[in-house]
């Protein structure tokens, strides 16, 4: 029950059964008026509740659409990539992302055509003001959940500064500190950056041997290693 009407003091005669039709009538659109208030009222409410989640969020989100419109992006994504743009939601990406659109751009795009997740770790981004970052990256399609069309994407970004990358690093016996220190610099799609990628996704115990090996039944790779 959302609440009462009343019919009172008639001014010719009593109330017939057309009244009562017509009161009916009135009150069910009454209630389904206080209904949809309450509906965009819990909208709002959520709204709100989930960009206060975002907001305090260490990691960067952002989303797209399938034109690579942003269709969000937490205060979090605003200051890793060193966003600069006051209001970039619904902006293109290249107009807000400038320098760094090109490769998040390369990549959203790569989620959205073939429907599958992207998981990259410290790899090499350029951020809106063209400052190099290193970043932890997972995109994710956004897909109907009826029709299963993709219409979008989102990526979660993870800063990776220089002191936890030595860190990283330092907690590494000297052998396998040595090969992932070099591989931070070899090219995105080379061999040892791709070692990289596999090695921080094995085991920390696992030696250099033990992830070459790994990488042999996963990837492939040049007869070197």
Same mark, same amino acid.
């Given at each position: 029950?959302?609440?009462?009407?009343? #019919?009172?003091?008639?001014?010719?005669?009593? !109330? &017939?059964?057309?009244?009562?039709? *017509?009161?009916? %009538?009135?009150?069910?659109?009454?209630?389904? =008026?206080?209904?949809?208030?309450?509906?965009?009222?819990?909208? *709002?409410?959520? $709204?709100?509740? *989930?960009?206060?989640?975002?907001?305090?969020?260490?990691?960067?989100?952002?989303?797209?659409?399938?034109?690579?419109? #942003?269709?969000?992006?937490?205060? @979090? =994504?605003?200051?890793?990539?060193?966003?600069? +743009?006051?209001?970039?939601? /619904?902006?293109?990406? /290249?107009?807000?992302?400038? @320098?760094?659109?090109?490769?998040?751009?390369?990549?959203?795009?790569?989620?959205?055509?073939?429907?599958?997740?992207? %998981?990259?770790?410290?790899?090499?981004?350029?951020?809106?003001?063209?400052?190099? *970052? /290193?970043?932890?990256?997972?995109?994710?399609?956004? $897909?109907?959940?009826?029709?299963?069309? &993709? !219409?979008?994407?989102?990526?979660?970004?993870?800063?990776?500064? &220089?002191?936890?990358?030595?860190?990283?690093?330092?907690?590494?016996?000297?052998?396998?500190?040595?090969?992932?220190?070099? /591989? !931070?610099?070899?090219? +995105?799609?080379? =061999?040892?950056?791709?070692?990289?990628? +596999?090695?921080?996704?094995?085991?920390?115990?696992?030696?250099?041997?033990?992830?070459?090996?790994?990488?042999?039944?996963?990837?492939?790779?040049?007869?070197?290693?």
């Amino acid at each position: 029950v959302l609440g009462v009407t009343q #019919l009172i003091n008639k001014k010719r005669g009593v !109330f &017939t059964p057309d009244d009562e039709q *017509l009161m009916k %009538a009135f009150s069910a659109q009454a209630a389904i =008026a206080l209904q949809n208030a309450q509906l965009f009222d819990n909208v *709002l409410h959520l $709204k709100d509740y *989930l960009e206060s989640v975002l907001d305090n969020l260490s990691n960067g989100v952002m989303s797209v659409d399938t034109k690579q419109r #942003l269709t969000l992006a937490n205060q @979090a =994504a605003a200051r890793i990539l060193e966003v600069t +743009e006051p209001d970039f939601v /619904s902006k293109k990406l /290249s107009d807000v992302l400038g @320098a760094g659109a090109a490769l998040f751009g390369e990549k959203f795009q790569r989620v959205m055509d073939s429907g599958e997740p992207l %998981a990259e770790y410290d790899r090499d981004y350029l951020s809106a003001t063209g400052v190099g *970052l /290193s970043l932890n990256v997972s995109i994710q399609p956004l $897909k109907d959940q009826r029709s299963g069309t &993709t !219409f979008g994407s989102v990526a979660i970004l993870e800063d990776m500064p &220089t002191e936890d990358r030595t860190e990283i690093l330092d907690q590494l016996p000297p052998t396998e500190r040595v090969a992932l220190a070099r /591989s !931070f610099d070899y090219p +995105e799609e080379s =061999a040892g950056r791709r070692m990289q990628t +596999e090695f921080i996704a094995v085991p920390p115990h696992w030696n250099v041997g033990q992830a070459i090996d790994y990488m042999r039944e996963t990837v492939e790779l040049p007869e070197r290693f």
